[in-house]
């Protein structure tokens, strides 16, 4: 029997722990034990400790693959704490029980029906047939991609910083871009590269793949053609791909305008930065330009991008794609007084707009309740409220993009941020999964009446 990563700190009583809950403790024990290792001397590239808070945040910020960071990952951390947090960055893209299946089919270990719910929940797949071939496929797909990106970048970047330097920047950056972490090795991130056509497309489609989600990855490969994909796969890609071209329209156009950007570049670099800048807001976290410096209309666009993110079952964050459509659509129907739900020629499940609608309103509310505390923790700092409001939407979605404000959070700032990404990773989807297993059959009904709406 495949047992679970904390199955050996589990009492009898602990062991009927429902799986949403297993899996936020399974997320919270990398996050401490990379604390512990990033808070050590020899993760510090001064040989002095980075500070508890600073490690944990640091450490929250990969395993819930944000990039967010309150120290510069290039310069203050050494070689040691650099791969602890790729180590991280992949546990938590990839997701702890993907990484219990590999160690179990390698150990020859069978995996039982609760190991394989709460896989299922975990990869965010369908149903729970086909989930132990599902982990494999991620595993052999995340390696693939990776194996070829990091060499694409190491030949970039051969000539510039010699081939050992450039091997390991390119296994680093190609880790962090394809579990949509968006960590870099330089304190500008990828600003040196805003017109560089290798790295940024690579980069781009290293988040793309990373964010459609691995079952959409899979079928498109077992596929081939766009009839047999399934219904899932088909919103996901053409949602990404609408997502994507609006935001690199939109702020392409808007920054055009804006000096503090566009002036220094060269037509070339600025289309380059509009799609870059446009299509990362996809919970990627890279940057080649200034985010502070930008249009206000920019930046409000960017969080509405960050707020939706990526797809279901991806290694990125937000409400998900699938749920924007499914909410969009039922607008639509409502609007055109239709009964039912339809996408693609297709029925929604009522339940299923249930479930999305209740993702929506508790992510607004997340969002806004940590940007209601930020206002207050951070009121010293005299920060306007679309900086705060950025810097929640960032950490709920997962993105880490940032306006400047995260260098300078107060302790208190810190552990709010902490709080928000660690809830954004894991709460739509394990919200979204608990409320799919919870259906109480009610006795009886009360009596109906109505009520004003709108």
């Known amino acids: 029997m495949f047992s679970h990563p904390l199955q050996p700190f589990k009492s009898r009583k602990q062991f009927h722990l429902s799986s949403s809950r297993l899996i936020l403790l399974g997320f919270a024990v990398p996050i401490l034990l990379g604390a512990f290792l990033l808070a050590l001397p020899a993760a510090s590239s001064t040989g002095e400790s980075i500070g508890w808070l600073n490690a944990l945040f640091t450490s929250t910020s990969a395993v819930c693959v944000t990039g967010l960071v309150v120290v510069d990952t290039g ?6 704490g650099e791969v602890v947090i790729m180590c991280l960055i992949q546990i938590g893209g990839l997701g702890f029980m993907t990484f219990g299946v590999l160690v179990a089919v390698v150990l020859g270990k069978q995996i039982g029906l609760k190991n394989r719910l709460l896989i299922q929940q975990s990869t965010n797949a369908l149903s729970t047939q086909g989930v132990v071939r599902l982990s494999l496929g991620i595993f052999l797909i995340a390696f693939v991609i990776e194996f070829v990106s990091a060499a694409l970048l190491a030949f970039r970047w051969a000539e510039e910083m010699g081939w050992m330097r450039a091997i390991y920047y390119g296994v680093f950056h190609s880790i962090s871009s394809f579990n949509n972490a968006g960590f870099a090795l330089w304190p ?4 040196r590269y805003v017109g560089d056509p290798v790295v940024n497309i690579v980069i781009t489609l290293l988040f793309i793949i990373g964010g459609l989600g691995f079952t959409v990855v899979l079928d498109v490969v077992r596929q ?9 796969s088909k919103v996901v890609i053409l949602t990404s791909a609408a997502l994507c071209l609006v935001g690199f329209m939109g702020i392409f156009l808007i920054e055009l305008f804006n000096p503090d950007t566009f002036s220094s570049l060269t037509w070339s670099e600025k289309i380059w930065a509009g799609f870059f800048q446009g299509v990362v807001t996809r919970t990627a976290g890279f940057n080649t330009i200034d985010i502070a410096t930008m249009m206000t209309a920019s930046q409000f666009l960017m969080i509405f991008l960050m707020f939706i993110g990526a797809s279901s079952g991806s290694t990125g964050g937000g409400i998900k794609t699938t749920t924007f459509v499914v909410l969009l659509f039922t607008v639509i129907a409502i609007i055109k007084g239709k009964q039912d739900v339809q996408i693609l020629q297709r029925r929604i499940p009522q339940a299923l707009i249930l479930r999305s609608l209740a993702v929506m309103v508790i992510s607004v509310g997340v969002v806004l309740s940590a940007a209601f505390l930020l206002t207050l923790s951070e009121h010293s700092l005299q920060k306007n409220f679309m900086e705060v409001l950025f810097e929640a939407t ?7 993009l940032s306006m400047g404000l995260t260098s300078e959070l107060s302790p208190l700032g810190k552990c709010i941020i902490i709080l928000t990404m660690y809830i954004g990773r894991l709460g739509p989807l394990t919200l979204a999964f608990a409320l799919s297993q919870r259906v109480v059959q009610q006795k009886y009904r009360l009596p109906e009446e109505k009520m004003l709406i709108g």
């Open 188 to 191: 500008d991130s990828l600003s």
């Open 224 to 232: 081939r053609k766009w009839k047999k994909l399934s219904l899932h």
């Open 394 to 400: 960032s950490a709920f979605g997962t993105v880490g």
């Open 75 to 80: 310069t203050a951390f050494s070689v040691f």
